[in-house]
């Protein structure tokens, strides 16, 4: 398997059948968690910069010559995506020197929120879809994972406001 399919696969989950983009989802969870531990927040953001450029590269490269812009088994997307839609739970654990993991309703929030944005694709997340190349391959995934993020924020906001 060469350099871009293991990225644009993520070593090889973007083909666990069925619904490769949840597993891509969910396989992104423990990789955020490992990021936080080893640098806090700061580490989180490059994380997502760094997999977004070569996810974008790698995309570029497995679809290449063909007519699928987005074929299923490219979940790097969903990775970044997924990674952004945890990025207030991430900030919030390294400003107050939380544990991460003590926010596990937020874990959920933003797994739920970004797969559900993904799937239905309202909005821009559509548009940047229907782009048909590489970069609209991993914007529908970032605004999707911008609208989990505000999504994870507004119920946080509605739960640490109203219910406590």
């Known amino acids: 398997m060469g350099m871009a399919k293991l990225i644009g696969t993520v070593l090889g989950v973007g083909y666990i059948r069925p619904a490769p983009g949840t597993w891509g ?14 640098g806090g927040f700061p580490l989180l953001l490059l994380g997502i910069i760094a997999a977004f450029l070569k996810g974008w590269w790698a995309t570029a490269q497995m679809t290449r010559g063909s007519e699928d812009h987005d074929p ?3 979940v790097v997307d969903e990775l970044v995506g997924q990674w952004i839609a945890l990025l207030p739970i991430s900030y919030a654990a390294w400003s107050m020197g939380i544990n991460v993991l003590a926010m596990w309703p937020g874990w959920i929030a933003a797994f739920v929120l970004f797969r559900f944005f993904d799937i239905l694709k309202p909005g821009p997340v559509g548009w940047a879809d229907r782009r048909g190349d590489a970069l609209g391959v991993m914007l529908d995934d970032v605004i999707a ?20």
């Open 145 to 164: 994972g911008v609208f989990a993020a505000l999504g994870v924020l507004v119920l946080a906001g509605l739960y640490h406001g109203l219910l406590t």
């Open 72 to 74: 299923s088994e490219i």
């Open 25 to 38: 989802s969910l396989v992104a969870l423990p990789w955020a968690w490992l990021l936080h531990i080893l």
